[in-house]
């Protein structure tokens, strides 16, 4: 359980690289290809050279090439080829809740039907259905893809866990039973923003899927020290979740003197949005690319809120999407549980920010709230 800025990245490596050194050989599942870049560079930074025996592999490729390709002939005999990336369930008719014809899971003799799986030329994997396929793999051949990998790596690594879902955690609780090394799985679950697939089984929540790892004889382990933000940030982002999760205790006890004029959390009022992002030039975070077009000057630095994922800022300005906006005003509120995204999307955006973070809040809003509000004038008098 790797809390924003606990340097789980760091710890993957390093104890990769003791495995390493110890003859083993070593593969590491991710899900964003910006976190398999970054563990790539990691890695050859801290070891000094590439290694074979240090493999990282995205999600799906991890599917098609160790779980499903070599097995493939238990359930289809044409080889495949690739991946077709669905971002919404291919089998349903566009923009309506209609089935298309013929592509039930299994055909009238029960034998599996390809084109619930794949492509219609039935050379390409549907990643929608990947981790299902390669469940229906592992217990068609009793789980073979298990013990071939647990033959080639000594130690086998899942990391950012939190964005997987429902048939993910069939594979994982196949891989954990027939694997003879334990597996190690990373992750924040308040850091779910993507979703490996779409669908309804379970488990979709963060407790669910807490659960599940706990019913699949995982042990917990929970790093809460964050190296990245100052304590009043982290105090912010806790009550984000509050309760839920182990307090964060903050790693950074030094503030350089260039950001020591302006520290902690503070409400910025929409009409002084220009002025401070000109006196701070704070990475502005929001929620999608159409967020604050006619509030944010041209020149305001902004990510989405997913996108920042994994990266830090000195200072940080976030625009409250609507379904955000009461944990800024009273923060007693929580969260409705059908809105984790919101929720979620929040915690990220907050640890993001090492010394400062601002929230934008209409001015009629601002005054009162627990959050000191900003000021122009006194902090363009500081800059003269």
């Given at each position: 359980?790797?809390?924003?800025g606990?340097?789980?990245?760091?710890?993957v490596?390093?104890e990769?690289?003791?495995?390493?050194?110890?003859?083993?050989?070593?593969l590491?599942?991710?899900?964003?290809?910006?976190?398999?870049?970054?563990?790539?560079?990691?890695?050859l930074?801290?070891?000094?050279?590439?290694?074979?025996?240090?493999?990282?592999?995205?999600?799906?490729?991890f599917y098609l090439?160790?779980?499903?390709?070599?097995y493939?002939?238990?359930l289809?005999s044409?080889?495949?080829?690739?991946?077709?990336?669905?971002?919404?369930?291919?089998?349903?008719?566009?923009?309506?809740?209609f089935?298309?014809?013929?592509r039930?899971?299994?055909?009238?003799?029960?034998?599996?039907?390809p084109?619930h799986?794949?492509?219609l030329?039935?050379?390409?994997?549907?990643?929608?259905?990947l981790?299902?396929?390669?469940?229906?793999?592992?217990?068609?051949?009793?789980?073979?893809?298990?013990?071939?990998?647990?033959?080639?790596?000594?130690?086998?690594?899942f990391?950012?866990v939190?964005?997987l879902?429902g048939?993910?955690?069939?594979v994982?609780?196949?891989?954990?039973?027939?694997?003879?090394?334990?597996?190690?799985?990373?992750?924040?679950?308040?850091?779910?923003v993507?979703?490996?697939?779409?669908?309804?089984?379970?488990?979709?929540?963060?407790?669910?899927?807490?659960?599940?790892?706990?019913?699949m004889?995982?042990?917990?382990?929970a790093?809460?020290?964050n190296?990245?933000?100052?304590?009043?940030?982290?105090?912010?982002?806790?009550?984000?979740?509050?309760?839920a999760?182990?307090?964060?205790?903050?790693?950074?006890?030094?503030?350089?003197?260039?950001?020591?004029?302006?520290?902690?959390?503070?409400?910025v009022?929409?009409?002084?949005?220009?002025?401070?992002?000109?006196?701070?030039?704070?990475?502005?975070?929001?929620?999608?690319?159409?967020?604050?077009?006619?509030?944010?000057?041209?020149?305001?630095?902004?990510?989405?809120?997913?996108?920042?994922?994994g990266?830090?800022?000195?200072?940080?300005?976030?625009?409250?999407?609507?379904?955000?906006?009461?944990?800024v005003?009273d923060?007693?509120?929580?969260?409705p549980?059908?809105?984790?995204?919101?929720?979620?999307k929040?915690y990220?955006?907050?640890?993001?920010?090492?010394?400062s973070?601002?929230?934008?809040?209409?001015?009629?809003?601002?005054?009162?709230?627990?959050?000191?509000?900003?000021?122009?004038?006194?902090q363009?008098?500081?800059?003269?």
């Amino acid at each position: 359980m790797a809390g924003a800025g606990s340097g789980k990245t760091h710890k993957v490596i390093i104890e990769s690289i003791a495995e390493i050194e110890r003859g083993g050989k070593v593969l590491v599942v991710t899900y964003t290809t910006s976190n398999q870049q970054e563990l790539r560079r990691r890695f050859l930074e801290v070891f000094g050279t590439h290694s074979d025996r240090f493999v990282v592999k995205g999600l799906f490729s991890f599917y098609l090439e160790d779980m499903v390709r070599p097995y493939q002939q238990v359930l289809f005999s044409r080889r495949i080829d690739g991946i077709c990336f669905n971002q919404r369930n291919p089998h349903m008719k566009p923009d309506s809740t209609f089935m298309i014809p013929g592509r039930a899971e299994q055909l009238d003799d029960k034998s599996y039907n390809p084109k619930h799986f794949l492509s219609l030329c039935e050379t390409k994997a549907h990643t929608g259905f990947l981790a299902k396929l390669a469940s229906r793999i592992m217990k068609a051949t009793k789980n073979s893809a298990a013990v071939r990998l647990g033959e080639i790596y000594t130690q086998v690594f899942f990391d950012e866990v939190q964005d997987l879902i429902g048939w993910d955690y069939e594979v994982l609780k196949g891989l954990s039973k027939a694997m003879p090394t334990p597996i190690t799985c990373v992750g924040d679950f308040r850091q779910t923003v993507y979703e490996t697939t779409f669908g309804q089984k379970a488990p979709k929540t963060a407790a669910d899927k807490i659960a599940a790892f706990k019913s699949m004889g995982f042990v917990e382990e929970a790093l809460v020290l964050n190296r990245r933000c100052i304590q009043p940030i982290c105090d912010v982002a806790d009550a984000v979740h509050k309760g839920a999760y182990e307090a964060t205790e903050s790693a950074v006890k030094e503030t350089p003197p260039e950001f020591a004029h302006h520290l902690g959390t503070f409400i910025v009022k929409e009409s002084d949005v220009i002025e401070y992002i000109k006196v701070f030039d704070p990475m502005v975070l929001r929620w999608s690319v159409t967020s604050g077009t006619k509030l944010l000057p041209a020149q305001a630095r902004c990510y989405n809120f997913g996108a920042s994922k994994g990266l830090g800022f000195e200072r940080v300005l976030v625009l409250p999407a609507e379904s955000q906006l009461h944990f800024v005003l009273d923060g007693q509120k929580p969260f409705p549980a059908k809105d984790e995204t919101a929720q979620n999307k929040m915690y990220v955006a907050i640890t993001r920010a090492r010394f400062s973070l601002g929230f934008i809040v209409q001015d009629k809003k601002a005054e009162g709230l627990r959050f000191p509000v900003w000021t122009a004038e006194p902090q363009k008098r500081d800059h003269l």
